[in-house]
């Protein structure tokens, strides 16, 4: 009995400390909810103050800025740590910490200038010396996929400000693709880090317009604002502070969202959640494009879908109006050629084959498919269906919907897609290591730097051809389209090679993705940027970010 | 005693010897690696071989298995391949969070379970003992992301009296503020995760007691004149305890499974979300350690239960 009564005891005791702290911390809440207020209050004479919290969906992978590999983590480390280049509003790499690169006219020698008086959060003054280590441990130490840029290319110091790079062939999009992806660290520093590898960096010293000076991780991550930051349009950035929480459900970030408890996604939110956000007076929704974009691939060892009438007829069956409407909630364009619309500049008329059922079936009967045993699925002359299976990772809910869509896009015309949905590295495995499989739904994440990003995808030697696409013609103009230095090569050689794959048909990309972001509206100021990795949540947009009077 | 005890650590051992075995195989069974989960359209084929390296992946697996035992023997768990941060370090972050959550839930669930139990048992049939039945079965197959987001809505969001997420707000460290703070972030995740284990506590001793009361030396103190609840509460329910204790110490991995999806919808930076993440990025060394913690806790507290039931119930060290 004593027991129980002592197990009583605590219980009560317990019950009465959470009945406490609900209502003191009610209280706490509505200090923070000062907080802000006081923060309007000083600002009336100008935009200054403030605290802005952003959801993510996941704790930085690491904080050293040489060998972080996510995007969450690339939030808060491109806040922190600079990069050559940056990304305008219409996908263009255009300068950050560095003046317009002067290239060369035979293309092989590109300088580079730092802008004038950057410093290094500790005082240190930004130099080219700075570029030279990291771009050499890079190299030397194979941090990320982007030392392979450096293949072949030297480089040297000429003055503090200069750094001079040398190729042995022209490769225009040299500078673009090693500047907006190699952040760069203060040497000084990370000279004195033996195992830069395995270096976890847990104070970060950077530049950008916010550092970072508290976090907890799977909590919080606190940045406060420097005192000069070249972007801001009046010196240094609006906000005093930027805090990111993790939220690894999606469903919890938006109703924080919605509850106040944060004020921006960095993370995309479900066109379903924008909706309802759009008809918020309290909340602003901002839409930007992927880089990327969602495909079809086909793998052309199949037996039968080694036939290029096969795949044409699939292509002209695929509906994309319906894949933007059911699948992604409209919130996606579709993609008629093999070069994303964001790159407007490449859109130069050649397009895989329009939606046409009628046309599509005639190609099939003329290349000798016919259901010669009345199950409503074609045949090939051995007698074989014309039955495939299509695969998809079944944590991605907008694929399941798309294998949804081409199993009646494909019905219509007399093949049969079987949705195989699995886990995401089982369909990674039977992509580079297997090659068990016929067809595959999934995502480019990001395809910037498009004339030489393609033979990443599609040479016959690269190891993202899962497809084994293999044509001599269209391996020599990506090829040349990497190192065209005239704007007439690269054009002339992107026409052969677009016309080729989409005569080819290796792969059918289906649409490109809009993003969706919403922020409490009593922030303005948000510059939009394409991509998931750069979204509203990015250097240039947080250092001009204010809270509205 | 002092054999029985011997024999069963020695077991202990045993167990963990294969545990980790198992763990160490079954982490490198999952399909791809994680340097192939890392592809992008911008990697090349050696840099995936390079990552490989790194992760130590290259090397034949029994190779890699006898290293991670030389090190396990160090009490060296590796370094995480995505975090670079030595795996102690990352668990010994998340692991305070998940037991306070832990501690709290399966002390309140004790608290409520068992009386719960040992009155519907004595109450057999009766309308309370059917409500109580009806709300623990309910609770075993609720959907715990479900129920943790509908909590999280009205309580969060609508009525807008507890915090969403998190497991404290930042900006408030130390005192009794800190300690509030705590507090009021715990009680949504601790209602979600009784949900699943409230039952078993609930029926579990519902069933022992049914059994207990029809016992002769119940049918003794009943006929010396006893008030009933004496009975129930004295006799009865310290015998209709053993069952209960027993489960109490295997609920702690089952816990675990809870944790995932609670810590997971709560953004509760406990074990339970890091190995949500590190299945999702294979980060090997991480599952490994986690695997380990939990092997150890599991069995840890199966000796100290086992050892604790042949103390109270003789019979258990003569078998």
Redesign the interface.
């Known amino acids: 009995m004593k027991r129980i009564l002592i197990i009583v005891l605590c219980l009560t005791l317990i019950l009465s400390t959470f009945v406490g702290c609900s209502k003191s911390d009610e209280a706490g809440a509505n200090n923070q909810g000062n907080e802000v207020k006081n923060g309007e209050q000083t600002s009336e004479s100008s935009k200054f103050g403030g605290t802005i919290t952003i959801g993510t969906y996941a704790d930085p992978d690491t904080l050293n800025p040489l060998t972080g590999n996510d995007i969450a983590g690339s939030w808060i480390l491109n806040l922190i740590y600079p990069k050559l280049m940056k990304l305008d509003e219409n996908g263009n790499k255009v300068p950050y910490i560095i003046e317009e690169p002067e290239i060369s006219e035979d293309g092989l020698t590109v300088t580079v200038t730092l802008k004038d008086g950057l410093k290094w959060q500790d005082g240190t003054p930004i130099t080219s010396k700075d570029i030279d280590f990291t771009y050499r441990v890079l190299y030397e130490q194979k941090l990320q996929w982007q030392y392979e840029v450096l293949n072949n290319i030297t480089w040297e110091t000429p003055d503090d400000k200069t750094i001079v790079f040398r190729l042995q062939e022209p490769f225009p999009t040299f500078i673009t693709t090693i500047g907006y992806w190699q952040r760069i660290v203060p040497a000084h520093i990370w000279s004195e880090i033996d195992d830069i590898k395995n270096y976890a960096n847990e104070n970060p010293v950077g530049f950008g317009p916010f550092k970072l000076t508290e976090y907890e991780r799977g909590q919080y991550y606190i940045l406060e604002r420097v005192d000069e930051f070249f972007l801001s349009p009046e010196g240094k950035p609006y906000l005093e502070k930027v805090i990111f929480k993790p939220y690894p459900d999606i469903n919890t970030m938006v109703l924080a969202l919605k509850s106040g408890d944060i004020d921006v996604t960095a993370k995309e939110i479900p066109a379903t959640a924008a909706k309802e956000f759009e008809g918020s007076s309290e909340f602003n929704v901002v839409q930007n494009q992927d880089l990327g974009y969602e495909h079809l691939a086909i793998n052309l060892r199949d037996p039968l879908l080694k036939d290029v009438n096969i795949r044409t007829a699939m292509a002209m069956a695929i509906d994309r109006s319906q894949i933007v409407n059911f699948a992604f909630d409209g919130a996606a364009e579709e993609m008629p050629g093999i070069i994303s619309p964001v790159y407007q500049k490449y859109q130069i008329g050649n397009y895989f084959p329009s939606y046409d059922v009628e046309g599509a079936k005639k190609i099939l009967a003329d290349a000798g498919y016919k259901d010669t045993d009345n199950d409503g699925i074609l045949n090939a002359p051995n007698g074989e269906n014309l039955s495939f299976k299509v695969m998809f990772a079944n944590s991605i809910t907008a694929h399941e919907k798309v294998s949804r869509i081409l199993v009646d896009n494909m019905k219509a015309i007399g093949i049969e897609l079987i949705p195989e949905p699995m886990d995401k590295s089982l369909q990674t495995d039977k992509l580079y290591n297997t090659g068990d499989w016929q067809l595959t739904i999934n995502t480019w994440g990001a395809i910037d730097d498009v004339e030489s990003s393609m033979a990443t995808l599609f040479l016959s030697t690269a190891s993202l051809n899962w497809m084994g696409y293999n044509n001599p013609v269209a391996d020599d103009a990506m090829l040349k389209m990497k190192s065209a230095i005239t704007e007439e090569e690269t054009m002339n050689f992107m026409d052969i090679f677009q016309k080729e794959i989409t005569k080819d048909i290796p792969d059918i990309p289906l649409v490109v993705k809009k993003n969706n972001f919403a922020y409490n509206n009593k922030f303005e100021g948000f510059v939009k940027l394409p991509s998931i990795l750069e979204g509203i949540i990015n250097p240039t947009s947080l250092s001009q970010v204010y809270i509205r009077k | 005693m002092a054999k029985y005890i011997t024999k069963r650590i020695l077991k202990g051992i045993v167990t963990f010897l294969i545990t980790i075995t198992l763990t160490f195989f079954i982490v490198r069974l999952?399909?791809?690696d994680p340097a192939?989960?890392?592809?992008?359209?911008?990697?090349?084929?050696?840099?995936?071989q390079?990552l490989l390296k790194?992760f130590g992946l290259d090397k034949p697996l029994i190779v890699q298995y006898f290293s991670f035992l030389r090190n396990l023997l160090k009490g060296d768990l590796g370094?995480s391949f995505?975090?670079?941060?030595p795996v102690m370090d990352i668990i010994m972050?998340?692991l305070p969070?998940t037991l306070l959550l832990m501690t709290?839930t399966q002390?309140?669930t004790?608290?409520?379970g068992i009386?719960l139990g040992i009155y519907s048992g004595h109450k057999r049939g009766s309308l309370f003992d059917q409500i109580v039945n009806a709300v623990a079965i309910f609770g075993i197959s609720i959907f715990v992301?479900w129920l943790g987001?509908t909590l999280?809505?009205i309580f969060?969001?609508n009525l807008?009296?507890?915090?969403?997420?998190?497991?404290?707000?930042?900006g408030?460290d130390g005192g009794l503020?800190y300690?509030?703070?705590v507090?009021?972030h715990l009680?949504l995740p601790v209602i979600t995760l009784m949900s699943i284990y409230l039952a078993n506590y609930v029926l579990y001793t519902r069933g022992s007691v049914i059994d207990v009361l029809s016992e002769d030396y119940i049918r003794t103190a009943r006929s010396k004149g006893m008030k009933e609840m004496r009975v129930l509460?004295?006799h009865a329910s310290k015998n209709a305890m053993i069952p209960t204790v027993t489960t109490a110490g295997l609920m702690i991995g089952r816990m675990v499974g809870g944790a995932v999806l609670t810590e997971?919808?709560?953004?509760?930076?406990?074990v339970g979300?890091?190995i949500?993440?590190a299945v999702?990025?294979?980060d090997f060394p991480i599952l490994q350690g986690a695997f380990i913690i939990l092997a150890l806790s599991v069995i840890i507290m199966n000796i100290i239960t086992d050892i604790l039931c042949a103390y109270l119930d003789p019979r258990i060290k003569l078998e």
């Open positions: 999952m399909p791809a192939t989960l890392l592809m992008d359209p911008r990697m090349s084929e050696a840099h995936r390079q790194d370094i995505m975090q670079k941060r972050e998340k969070w709290i002390f309140i004790m608290a409520v009386p992301p987001f999280l809505y969060g969001y807008a009296i507890l915090p969403i997420g998190g497991a404290h707000t930042p408030i503020e300690f509030l703070d507090g009021k009680i509460w004295k997971t919808v709560f953004a509760y930076p406990g979300r890091m949500y993440q999702s990025q294979q």
